[in-house]
Structure formats: C-alpha cells, structure tokens
C-alpha cells in the first residue's frame, strides 16, 4: 500500500491510467476481431472496408504505448497479408 502522499496520488494515476488503457486495448480487440470474422466469413469486400479501421486501432494503440512498434508493425503486416490472400 502507498505510504508517501506522492504514492498515493501515483496510484491514483495508474488506476485511470489503467482505464484509459483497458479501453484502447479492447478497441483494438474488437477492432481485428471483426476484421478476421470478415475474413473467415470469405467476405473480403466488407474485409477491406474493415481493414482502415483496424489499421487505426493499431496505430492508436501504438501511440499511446499500449503494444511496441514492432508488433504494431506485425499485426498490420498479417492483417494486410489476409487480405491480399482473401482477394
């Protein structure tokens, strides 16, 4: 438990933190998880029209350090890859 009142108000900080970054973490969940449906769906229309946002997903979650650069750059990669193979 935080002692010090700069722990404290430390802890007070990561736990919205925590919020924010939960939220931008599901965003990209959900975001390649419709994608991939769409996907294994063979709808590759409605795959490339989900792909922007997914790509947006990523990058914001690569903005506010959520994931690395590199696994930004991995995950996009594959998404891309899916597409190109589904068309």
Known sequence: MAITS??????????????????????LHDATKAFTKSIASKDAAAAE???PAAFAAIDKARKRGIIKDNTADRKKARLAALVRRAS
């Open 49 to 51: 029209k989900l792909l």
């Open 6 to 27: 700069s722990a404290k108000k430390a802890a007070r900080s990561s736990a919205r933190k925590r919020v924010f970054n939960l939220r931008r973490k599901a965003a």
